[in-house]
Each structure stands twice: as C-alpha cells, then as structure tokens.
C-alpha cells in the first residue's frame, strides 16, 4: 500500500528565507503525487502535482516541488516565504491505476515577521 | 472553478444519534470521497465512491456509511453517533482517472 511520510511537524523560516517542507513516499508502481495546504477552519486547497516529465514542477503562489525518485522524495519549497504562507501542509501519492490518496500527517508551517 | 459544497461547518450532536452529512459537487467528478481529519493524524479515508450506487471501504469504515443515489451527492452517515467520532470531515472529488481532489470547506462535527 502506498504511504507518505511527513518528518517534521513544524517548520518555523523567518519571511524573506526559503522554506522546504519535506515529503517521502512508498508505491508499488510509478507514483502521482501532490502537495495541499490548509489555512484555518478551511478545506484543502491544491498546490501542484507531478504525474510524469520535468522532475521540478511549479504549483500555485509561487511554491514549486522536486521529484527525486532515486531518494522517493518530493519536497515542497519556496524561494521567499511571507507571513501568510503560515497554513498546514499536506503531501499526498496516489499509484497508478488506484482511485485513492495517501495523506502524510501534515507539516504546520510558522513563518515569522 | 470547481465548488465542492458540504451541508454544514459546525455540528453538535449527541451519542446515539443517527448523522448526515452531505457532499454536493458542481463538476460532473465521477469520485468522491469522505475523509476525517485529526491533529497528528493527518486525512483517513472512510469511504470513496468512483460512481453512482457504488462504494468502497477506505481505511476506517467501522461506525460510518455512504449513500451515492446521484452523481453529484455524496452522503456519509453514522448510525449511531459516539464521542469517538468527533472530529473534522471533509469531502471530495476528482475526475476519474490520475486527477487532485477538490475539498470541501469540511464539517466539524462535535459529538456530547
């Protein structure tokens, strides 16, 4: 069974530094897999997906994930993180021809004025 | 923009009574799904649907059912509500083959 494991609970990045939040998986198959967040008393709101092709894909509000497949990574990062980048982020994988997600514990980001 | 609607944000209730909860989604997904959300546990699936009348089991079913009688609603029930089953739901779809999920804004169901 596919699995996603989020190390960190908390990451904590002053604004203006890069943030990485770090996501590994386990598949049977090649993977899809996809990176969420969630601010407050909301749903999940997608941020990107690699399926196939170029290993760095770029998602929304300027985040963007590496697929590293030797290492079964996919790590979420942002080159300048604000202070309302401060939400819970959530990887997930799913395998090839399975309808279902795979949700890691989820990474609470802080990002400090 | 696909809209994911779910019947209420916030819900008491008490043991022993019967639950519904309601998904509606506006985008003709074939899947739907119904998840909890606890802190430190991340999303667990309860149930999924890839088409009307048909369901599965997800990773923790017991105490919950589904109800798909239309493509676009997607119910989950609980029977006989316990204390244990206080906790965020959350609803959504996707297309039908390697597509994200949409999510609902989510339930946060309190059960006395």
Redesign the interface.
């Known amino acids: 069974a596919q699995s996603v494991a989020q190390p960190e609970d908390q990451v904590n990045v002053a604004e203006g530094n890069p943030l990485t939040v770090k996501c590994t998986y386990s598949v049977s198959g090649n993977p899809?897999l996809?990176w969420?967040v969630q601010y407050p008393?909301?749903?999940?709101?997608?941020l990107l997906?690699y399926?196939t092709g170029d290993n760095l894909v770029k998602g929304s509000y300027g985040f963007e994930a590496e697929f590293n497949k030797s290492q079964t990574s996919f790590h979420l990062k942002k080159p300048s993180a604000l202070v309302s980048d401060s939400a819970l982020y959530?990887c997930a994988v799913?395998d090839?021809g399975n309808?279902?997600?795979a949700?890691?514990?989820?990474n609470q980001v802080v990002v400090i004025p | 923009d696909v809209k994911v609607t779910q019947s209420s944000r916030y819900l008491v209730k008490r043991t022993g009574e019967k639950v519904f909860l309601e998904c509606v989604q506006d985008m003709d997904h074939e899947n739907m799904f119904w998840y909890r959300q606890d802190p430190g546990l991340g999303l667990r699936l309860i149930y999924f649907s890839y088409d009307v009348k048909m369901k599965e089991k997800g990773d923790i079913p017991e105490g919950y059912s589904v109800s798909r009688e239309k493509k676009e609603r997607f119910s989950l029930i609980l029977e006989s509500a316990s204390t244990n089953q206080t906790s965020m739901y959350l609803c959504a779809s996707s297309k039908r083959r390697h597509n994200e999920q949409f999510f609902g804004p989510g339930t946060r169901l309190t059960v006395l």
């Open positions: 899809y996809f969420y008393n909301r749903g999940l709101q997608f997906k399926i959530f799913r090839y309808n279902r997600l949700f890691g514990k989820g």
